[in-house]
Nanobody, 126 residues
Framework: VQLQASGGGLVQPGGSLRLSCATS????????MAWFRQAPGKEREFVAAVRWSGGSTFYADSVKGRFTISRDKAKNAVYLQMNSLKPEDTAVYYC????????????????????WGQGTLVTVSS
């Protein structure tokens, strides 16, 4: 099973991008999806997550107020709207999915997600 992420690219500081991610297997239903990112020389870090049940959303402090995660249950897809981008947002962004609802205490942990996309590069530079 693959998650297909798209939407990355080069953007100037202060600009916006919208990332998309969907499953290639329509028979697999996700109950939680998330975005993580990994900058060069750094560990993968949590960005945002959404639980299908109730639509609860969660954000890293570094992106709160600038990024918005949303879901399309019918398409089994998740989106990340990124506004007011900063150079420190430069990273490869990975989408992740879980066929089970991630528990609240672990929603930010990569171990809660068993399906991963290939990553899409976001570069914020002037």
């Amino acid at each position: 099973v693959q998650l297909q992420a798209s939407g990355g690219g080069l953007v100037q500081p202060g600009g916006s991008l919208r990332l998309s991610c969907a499953t290639s297997d329509r028979t697999l239903v996700m109950y939680g999806m998330a975005w993580f990112r990994q900058a060069p020389g750094k560990e993968r870090e949590f960005v945002a997550a959404v639980r299908w049940s109730g639509g609860s959303t969660f954000y890293a402090d570094s992106v709160k107020g600038r990024f918005t995660i949303s879901r399309d249950k019918a398409k089994n897809a998740v989106y990340l709207q990124m506004n007011s981008l900063k150079p420190e947002d430069t990273a490869v962004y990975y989408c992740a999915g879980s066929p089970n609802t991630p528990i609240l205490s672990a929603v930010r942990s990569p171990q809660s997600y068993s399906y991963w996309g290939q990553g899409t590069l976001v570069t914020v530079s002037s």
